[in-house]
């Protein structure tokens, strides 16, 4: 393995994934925002990366894509997604979570991973408040904020 390896062969020699990889530009639409936080969301559980990414796919082309749209989903639709996806072995808790953390994101920010970030003076602070929805812990913030991390070298320059 060359030294001279670009980041893309380095997150995929770890098994890394990054928002560019699913054509994703965080910090420049809020719907990718939220695209890339649900796939983080997924990538945080204990299920192979694959069948995370697979699901999160069929989220996003069955329109499940937007807080609002979790939201207001039937849990027996997010659950039939989740199954369909290969998420058979928590696909109604997975589902719940979602409908919560939704909510939550709702009710806190207003549906907006952007607020959040922007009300956040600090990485620590912004990873403190992703915590506090449900269902996300730190392995879910930790794949979500490598994609943040460009927002807040920024306020320091």
Same mark, same amino acid.
């Given at each position: 393995?060359?030294?001279?390896?670009?980041?893309?062969?380095? /997150?995929?020699?770890? !098994? @890394?994934?990054?928002?560019?990889?699913?054509?994703?530009?965080?910090?420049?639409?809020?719907?990718?925002?939220?695209? +890339?936080?649900?796939?983080?969301?997924?990538?945080? !559980?204990?299920?192979?990366?694959?069948?995370?990414?697979?699901? +999160?796919?069929?989220?996003?082309?069955?329109?499940?894509?937007?807080? +609002?749209?979790? /939201?207001?989903?039937?849990?027996?639709?997010?659950?039939?997604?989740?199954?369909?996806? !290969?998420?058979?072995?928590?696909?109604?808790?997975?589902?719940?979570?979602?409908?919560?953390?939704?909510?939550?994101?709702?009710?806190?920010? @207003?549906?907006?991973?952007?607020?959040?970030?922007?009300?956040?003076?600090?990485?620590?602070?912004?990873?403190?408040?992703? !915590?506090?929805?449900?269902?996300?812990?730190?392995?879910?913030?930790?794949?979500?904020?490598?994609?943040?991390?460009?927002?807040?070298?920024?306020?320091?320059?």
């Amino acid at each position: 393995m060359s030294y001279s390896m670009d980041m893309k062969q380095k /997150r995929s020699a770890r !098994k @890394e994934h990054a928002a560019d990889d699913y054509g994703l530009d965080v910090l420049h639409s809020e719907d990718d925002l939220f695209r +890339w936080f649900l796939l983080a969301f997924m990538l945080g !559980k204990p299920i192979q990366s694959a069948v995370a990414a697979n699901t +999160w796919q069929l989220f996003i082309d069955n329109g499940y894509d937007t807080p +609002w749209a979790l /939201r207001d989903a039937k849990q027996h639709t997010l659950s039939r997604l989740l199954v369909q996806g !290969k998420y058979t072995r928590y696909n109604h808790v997975m589902a719940s979570a979602l409908h919560t953390m939704a909510e939550q994101l709702i009710s806190m920010y @207003e549906g907006s991973l952007m607020i959040m970030l922007s009300v956040s003076e600090t990485e620590d602070e912004f990873a403190k408040r992703l !915590k506090e929805l449900y269902g996300v812990g730190p392995k879910t913030a930790e794949i979500f904020m490598r994609e943040t991390e460009e927002f807040f070298a920024q306020r320091v320059e």
